[in-house]
């Protein structure tokens, strides 16, 4: 089957460089979640091919509100790369259908092996930041099953991270559970919601993510940045704009964009 799995990720590697959308691999197809993280890995290999380095990881479907619309009751696991973290201006001339969300991150301090018994990644964790994460599914219409998106690196695109802020301050002065959030774009409020939208509490976000990266063979290196999931529904992204992330009193973070769409 690695074959086939190559021959999948190329589909949506493809469709990721060229910003053409595809049907879903589940059409007319059988493709389970075993398959679909396989399929996820074969994909994160073509871009180290290509030169890509693994940057950290991300979380998706930590919202109650959206794994209740896409029916599912687990989170899903996503590998980002160097070139996915935006340096400036993000050009979205190849994107498809880009939304943008705000996040909360976190900066690993140590390599965590996510299947020692041992393990505990909330105590590796040496800094918090607001983040923007860009989402990008390259399928179309931005319609999936859980399988298809789990295969397309749960629709992960880009990122941006604001100023890191040292864990002891954060876990000292915040309840990172219960921070308000606000996504402006060009000054005009477009999304609203708090921390506690992220499963309850961000903090909740890493034990998840150390069970899902067991689960799948993830590394957890140190340096990497964790992406802990979205405090509110993802926003369209459009170019030319500066979208603006607040998290109240962790700080916040901008994305100005570029490029045709
Ligand atoms: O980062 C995310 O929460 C995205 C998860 C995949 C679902 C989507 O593309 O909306
Ligand atoms: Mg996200």
Known sequence: MTGRYDELARVLDEATR??????????????????????????????????????????????????????????????LTDTMAATGTLDLTRSIHPRVEPEVAFLLGSDVDPGAPDADLAAAVTHVAPALEVIDSRYRDFRFSLADVVADNTSASAYVVGEWVPVADVRARLDLAALPVVLHVDGVEAARGSTADILGDPWAALPALQRMAARHGQPLRRGGVLLAGAATAAVPLQAGVLVTATVAGLGAVDLATSGEL
């Open 18 to 79: 060229t910003g053409e959308a595809v049907p879903q691999l589940s059409d007319g197809r059988a493709l389970d979640l075993a398959d679909a993280y396989a399929i996820q890995r074969a994909g994160i290999a073509l871009r180290e091919q290509r030169g890509e380095r693994v940057a950290g990881a991300k979380l998706g479907f930590t919202s109650r509100a959206k794994a209740a619309q896409m029916g599912v009751s687990d989170v899903i696991i996503g590998t």
